[in-house]
């Protein structure tokens, strides 16, 4: 079964960065998709990125440039670098994982999330 494990969040000060990693394992082929999502408290969850095994990255309607996915494919982890931060940028950040080739918006696995939050 996968598992997806999120760290790296915290406390920071408006206009910091902070650098989130989800760690996968169990994966049964080399297809994946790794997604970041976001969820502030009473907001509806909210989709950043999605990065896929051949290295393409998509961001959706999601604001680009403050916020950068990358991933070491070695260590099965896939990164979210957010700079600039902002307090409304506070909310819990997870990763979702699909065995498929292609980035299709659907995923089957979820991690737990980790809790950011931007202080003014």
């Known amino acids: 079964e996968v598992q997806l494990v999120e760290s790296g969040g915290g406390l920071v000060q408006a206009g910091g960065s902070l650098r989130l990693s989800c760690a996968a394992s169990?994966?049964?082929?080399?297809?994946?998709?790794i997604g970041w999502f976001r969820q502030a408290p009473g907001k509806e969850r909210e989709g950043i990125s999605c990065l896929s095994s051949d290295g393409s990255t998509y961001y959706g309607d999601f604001e680009k440039g403050r916020f950068t996915t990358s991933s070491d494919n070695a260590k099965n982890t896939v990164y979210l670098q957010m700079n600039s931060l902002k307090p409304e940028d506070t909310a819990v950040y997870l990763c979702?994982?699909?065995?498929?080739?292609?980035?299709?918006?659907?995923?089957?696995?979820w991690g737990q999330g980790t809790q950011v939050t931007v202080s003014s």
């Open positions: 169990g994966f049964t082929s080399d297809d994946w998709t």
């Open positions: 979702a994982a699909a065995q498929y080739r292609y980035c299709s918006g659907f995923y089957d696995y």
